[in-house]
């Protein structure tokens, strides 16, 4: 049976009490099986009982896995597309690419060491501050936009190799229908986005390339029955979809 306290010892109880009631509130976990009125034998007999009985931690679950669709985004698929044309388009650049630091820069090492650990050189004289402000360029005209560009040098030296590899690719497949067209093309490393239009049209299958990369204007037109394939190169401003340009010839 439990001594019932009285005087200062019951004083104390209480204010023991309300201590441990203020320490549940800020969330202990041995206040929450406490009860009013037990002693402190009974309180430390519930806290053992409490710690023998918690069970371990579970382990977090695992992450869900992405789903499928994630996976098919452009951005998924669109560093091997760059790779790719980058790797076709490397016999044609130029082979005479400055490797080293001109001149100038070698006669002033300080400079150099200084710009490659990131730092930078500050002018040897203020830059003169224009009298009046540049003038803005009035918006181009869309149907500009759509007129046929010239192709740079590199780019008229690449698009016959994306050309050969296409045409050998579809003359595997006689008489395509425009979802085959479109499954040879993606095969080759050319992603959905930049495949457009494969249409069935009488008696062959029309389809447009979309090639540019980091400025470039790079378009491909391409008509095929299967045992005839033609692709014509010509360039478009990136404003305008490949489709959309005006050729010229």
């Known amino acids: 049976m439990r001594r019932r ?22 969330g202990l976990a041995a206040c ?38 994630a996976a098919d985004t452009e951005g998924a698929e669109f560093l091997p597309f760059m790779e ?12 005479d690419l400055p490797t ?7 006669a002033e090492p300080e400079k150099v060491e200084e710009r490659e650990l990131g730092g930078t050189v500050p002018p040897e004289e ?18 500009d936009a759509k007129k046929e560009t010239e192709l740079s040098s590199v ?3 690449e698009a016959p190799l994306h050309v050969g590899r296409i045409t050998k690719a579809l ?36 389809f447009t390339l979309d090639l540019r990369l980091m400025g470039g204007q790079l378009c491909l037109s391409g008509t095929t029955t299967g045992t005839r394939t033609t692709v014509e190169a010509y360039g478009g401003s990136p404003e305008v979809e490949c489709q959309d340009v005006r050729r010229t010839s």
Not at 84 to 95: F, H, K, R, V
Not at 100 to 106: D, G, I, R, Y
Not at 126 to 143: A, F, I, K, N
């Open 5 to 26: 306290l009285t005087g200062p010892a019951r004083k104390n109880s209480v204010f023991g009490r309300t201590a441990l009631a203020a320490l549940c509130a800020l």
């Open 32 to 69: 929450g099986t406490a009860r009013a009125g037990d002693t402190e034998s009974e309180r430390a007999a519930v806290r053992a009982e409490n710690r023998s009985t918690a069970s371990p931690a579970a382990p977090a679950a695992p992450a869900a896995p992405a789903s499928k669709g």
């Open 155 to 157: 780019e008229k030296c």
């Open 171 to 206: 003359a595997k497949t006689p008489d395509p229908t425009a979802a085959q067209v479109a499954g040879t093309l993606h095969d080759l490393g050319y992603i959905e986005e930049r495949v457009h239009t494969p249409r069935h049209a009488s008696d062959h299958v029309e």
């Open 100 to 106: 080293a630091l001109p001149p100038e820069e070698l």
């Open 84 to 95: 790719l044309l980058l790797d076709i388009a490397e016999p044609c650049l130029p082979s």
């Open 126 to 143: 203020p830059l003169p501050l224009p009298d009046e402000p540049v003038p803005t360029s009035e918006p181009r005209d869309p149907e």
